[in-house]
């Protein structure tokens, strides 16, 4: 059966009913003869509507998968899409619970041969892993990517101690995802669904910001806790441009068995993925589930642990639809090390005295957080960020460089300040001066110390880079910036600081060795089939205002409105972002979210507009957020939430 595609029907809305009594909705592709011929199950799990929200993927993926001996449920989460209920956060326990029950429901049908597996990116990526955690015995393997193994260090919350700003973005996302009402044709009572969910849906910036440090709010889900929790077999993939590129290498190192994959590509599954090269994700998958869900010899066990894309050195690009460079595996290196002095970076010490106090809108170059709606939002010239910035350069090289890993500063410092923070950007410096941002980390020096800083007092911290793979060719410059701001990307110290620096360190890993690799193209189903009402748009622009002297980030990502050619449900949204910053002044500081829904079925017409602000002053964070839901152009319920929440060495 392995190379023969087998026929397969879609289920759109099997009813799974919990102990609870509630009813989760699944969209179940299967092979059309496994009531005779079982087969194992693959479950995606998530909040993200499979109706109107994952269809496009999904369409790739799932019959692939079905076609070739599984059967794939798309799982909408309790209190989101389809399903009844309602959700409180993200990654609860009752969310993880919920899926053991799936799971367990899964194994349990005429049609699986006992043996599940979980998929998923982003938040299924999570969750993969923290059910695995769970070990539930039918889940004998997960394929994570663009997932975490640590919530607090490296999610859309905090990064390095720093509040990142995707903290209120993510959170005005999921107030508008959440508050969308079921498909009114699959479900009787979608009316009174929507109603509950629209009195009772949290905004969950609140919740996030009342968490400044790693506690136990961090650690429920983070599988770094007890990596041997973990019995499944785990393949783990990552893109350069994404957010999530540390966890393969983490789960690679602690995980027994596990193998991982990292691209050039930015938050996207990698078979439809970008940059280019994409490769055959899903011919990787199936082997993958083929040895441990089927006990097929595939050979997965001999592949090496971690493949990953080394990048050529390229100029700074906004967007890039390829990224040149060469697939490498069993990649070896060895550690170089570059002194920060008061000429550069220097292969000896010498001596260092340097202060930084930048303006508060340094880091407008940064890109977004999370590369993944497709516009303008990887980092751009860094000469602009640079020039605000205390910078470190190398003489030009003599030999290309190929970085490998994740870049190590060690540095001794004082602040001026009890609370400061930083962002270290390594940077590839070409010839005529163009800056390109190799990778970044970011550091709130009171959190990481968890106490207040004495001004004056030299402290000594080490911080880890975002891992990377790229290539600084012969001739061209390293650059080091650190810097006291990086605005829009992480929310401002309460107070203008200046850092000292006294010594410092820089260590790279350098490739020495490696074997290359090569992936299948990529394969999938045939795409999702839509009529196109208004085409999607995507605008990122930077204002200056010249009487006052705020600068701003104005952000609109307009996905468009299509109508579903099987369904025809039609639904569209826009997201709109402002961030507006003084560069005199960390307390002017201030984020606004807008998104813009739209659900049509026959004669009824649904919109909800989910708008957000956030704005502090030296001891609080200010929170406004409103909910305004139309039928069929009558305003039917409209909800504001406001809070404040103190400042913890924040």
């Known amino acids: ?115 599940v597996g979980m998929m998923g990116i982003s938040w299924g990526g999570f969750n993969g892993l923290q059910v695995a955690a769970m070990a539930p015995e039918p889940l004998k393997a997960v394929i994570t990517l663009c997932s975490t193994v640590d919530r607090f260090a490296d999610d859309i919350h905090y990064k390095g101690g720093c509040l990142l700003n995707e903290n209120l973005g993510w959170g005005a996302t999921m107030w508008s995802y959440s508050s969308r009402a079921p498909d009114p044709a699959l479900r009787d009572d979608w009316r009174e669904m929507w109603l509950e969910r629209l009195n009772n849906e949290p905004f969950l910036p609140s919740t996030w910001l009342r968490h400044q440090s790693r506690d136990a709010y961090w650690k429920h889900g983070s599988i770094c806790e007890s990596y041997d929790k973990i019995k499944a077999k785990v393949l783990a993939v990552g893109g350069w441009g994404d957010a999530y590129k540390n966890a393969v290498p983490q789960i690679v190192d602690n995980l027994p068995g596990a193998k991982g994959i990292i691209g050039p590509w930015v938050h996207k599954y990698p078979h439809f993925a970008v940059p280019e090269p994409r490769i055959g994700f899903l011919q990787e998958a199936l082997r993958w589930w083929d040895r441990w869900l089927k006990d097929e010899d595939t050979g997965v066990e001999e592949d090496p642990a971690l493949r990953i894309y080394l990048m050529d050195g390229v100029r700074p690009a906004t967007w890039y639809t390829d990224r040149p460079g060469r697939w490498l595996a069993d990649a070896k290196s060895e550690v170089r090390h570059w002194h920060l002095s008061n000429t550069g970076l220097t292969a000896d010490p010498e001596g260092l005295h340097r202060k930084v106090s930048s303006p508060q809108n340094t880091g407008a170059d940064a890109g977004e957080y999370c590369a993944i709606w497709l516009g303008p939002e990887l980092p751009g010239d860094q000469r602009s960020d640079d020039a605000l910035s205390v910078t470190f350069d190398t003489d030009a090289l003599e030999d290309d460089l190929a970085i490998t890993g994740a870049p190590v500063l060690d540095l001794t410092l004082c602040a001026d300040r009890p609370v400061a923070q930083m962002a270290v950007r390594l940077n590839h410096v070409h010839p005529d001066g163009a800056s390109t941002r190799i990778t970044y980390g970011v550091l709130n020096l009171a959190n990481h110390l968890e106490r207040a800083l004495e001004p004056g007092q030299n402290e000594t911290i080490k911080l880890a880079l975002d891992h990377i793979a790229y290539t600084v060719p012969a001739g061209h410059h390293l650059r080091l910036s650190i810097s006291t701001a990086y605005w829009p990307l992480i929310w401002p110290s309460p107070q203008v600081t200046t850092l000292t620096l006294h010594a410092g360190l820089l260590s790279v890993d350098a490739l020495t060795d490696a074997s290359g690799w090569t992936f299948p193209e990529p394969d999938a189903a045939p795409p999702w089939q839509t009529e196109e009402l208004r085409p999607e748009n995507y605008i990122r622009r930077q204002e200056t205002d010249m009487v006052t002297g705020v600068t701003s980030l104005v952000i609109e990502d307009d996905f468009g409105k299509v109508r579903d050619l099987d369904h025809g449900l039609i639904h569209g949204s826009i997201a709109r972002e402002r961030w507006d910053i003084h560069p005199d002044d960390p307390l002017s500081a201030r984020g606004t979210c807008h998104w813009t829904d739209e659900i049509e079925r026959d004669d009824i017409k649904l919109r909800t507009e989910a708008c957000c602000e956030m704005w502090s002053d030296a001891t609080h964070f200010h929170l406004s957020s409103t909910l305004e839901t139309y039928e069929n152009g009558t305003l039917i319920h409209d909800r504001t939430v406001t809070d404040s929440v103190a400042r913890t060495l924040l």
């Open 1 to 115: 059966m392995k190379n023969t595609l087998r026929d397969i029907e879609e289920l759109p809305d099997v009813g799974i009913v919990l102990r609870d009594g509630t009813r989760l909705s699944a969209r179940i592709w299967k092979p059309a003869d496994a009531d005779n011929a079982p087969v194992p199950v693959i479950l995606e799990y998530l909040p993200y509507r499979k109706r109107d929200g994952t269809c496009a993927r999904d369409a790739l993926t799932h019959p692939y998968f079905a076609q070739r001996g599984y059967a794939c449920l798309r799982v909408d989460m309790r209190g989101n899409g389809d399903s009844h209920g309602l959700m409180a956060d993200e990654y609860t326990q009752q969310e993880l619970d919920d899926a053991v029950e799936v799971i367990n429901w899964a194994a349990a049908q005429p049609w699986c041969n006992g043996n």
